[in-house]
């Protein structure tokens, strides 16, 4: 999306628009759809512009909810935002903390200025992109605790909220609270590629760590992020949703937790389950396939606590250093995926050709750890036909390779 194509977009007639597209689900509808907003003299400009946001409306909604169907979105802008049931977290650590004025720096399409400002904080959102900064205007725009900025976070002069605060008496230094989302992809607004080294990130994480030796701080990262590089006095939390690891955040100061370095956190249909340590949980001994197998979450998996939720089930390793946990009781738990064995076979391509025949395995989900794999190749060898489905899980036993048919539990 370009300036001019926003200039446009922002308009009463064109937020009417907007507002006003019918549902679409096929490009013949697109295409009377764009016949139609043109007949009816809309420009080519704008009429794209309308059905690109129609378009990551509807995309958004896994993220919004509701409210998606009010803001506006780049599609880059969209891919790195915060859910709102993360955001929301993100702001209550702020204010249980005290602060009262968050700078938010990267703030992208808002999301989590959005939820801040929902709890009363008081809001500087910096933006360096100019299209994305007017679409967080927006979004923005019915709280009036919110400020928006085009500026480069590295030259947004924080000591200017110290000093009004000050002056104006409800907020002070010490109540200033940093939030930073580094831009994790590269430029532009559609097609954007994911940055793989730390040190292209926008702003810096040197210039982001060294804010949160100043100020009680938040940094969102991706849940991949080198655990090397996270400082060791910052409390470290993966959060996942719905069974994916969504991001890897690290906070600072008084928004961290005392004795806390280590973190799952699980938001499932069933609330919102957390795992937490002072570092790293040591590993259980590993011992004999039992009737359950479990698959730990993956931010469990990342906080690297799976010693820890293994005591937790009465559990033990099925290998070392694979992560996998097995016991003869089944457990329910957030933290991790049950799996009932029904056979153990050798991971041999002709005999579980044979074998899902003789059972008339059709649909098969294929997971595989510590076996140098594709699980979707795999899937095609084994030629399946049949009415039922299961679960194959591909691993190994010790230096054993193994295949163990399984449904879910």
Partial sequence: METSEVRELLTPSGLRLLDSLPEYSSKGDIVRIVAGLRSAGHSSALVAAVLTQAKLRSKAAAKFDDFAVRMLFTEAGLEQATRLRVAALHAGRFSRAGITHVADLGCGIGADAMAMAGLGLTVTAVEADEV???????????????????????????AALAVEGNSNGPHSAARIGIYLDPARRTSGHSNTERLTRPEDYSPSLKFAFGLAERYPAGVKLGPGFDRGLIPIDAEAQWVSVDGSVVELGLWFGTVARPGITR?????????????NAPGDSDDVEAGVLGNFLYEPDGSVIRARLIGDLARIMGAHMLSERIAYLTSDILVSTPFARGFRILDEFPLDVKTLTREMRTRGIGTLEVKKRGVDIDPAEFRKKLRLQGPHSATLILTRIGERRTALLAERV
């Fill in 132 to 158: 994305t900064a007017a679409l967080a205007s927006y979004n923005l725009a019915i709280f009036e605790n919110v400020t928006v900025v085009h500026a480069r976070a590295e030259e947004f002069d924080l």
């Fill in 263 to 275: 973190s799952a956190l699980v938001l499932d249909d069933t609330g919102t389950h957390e795992m």
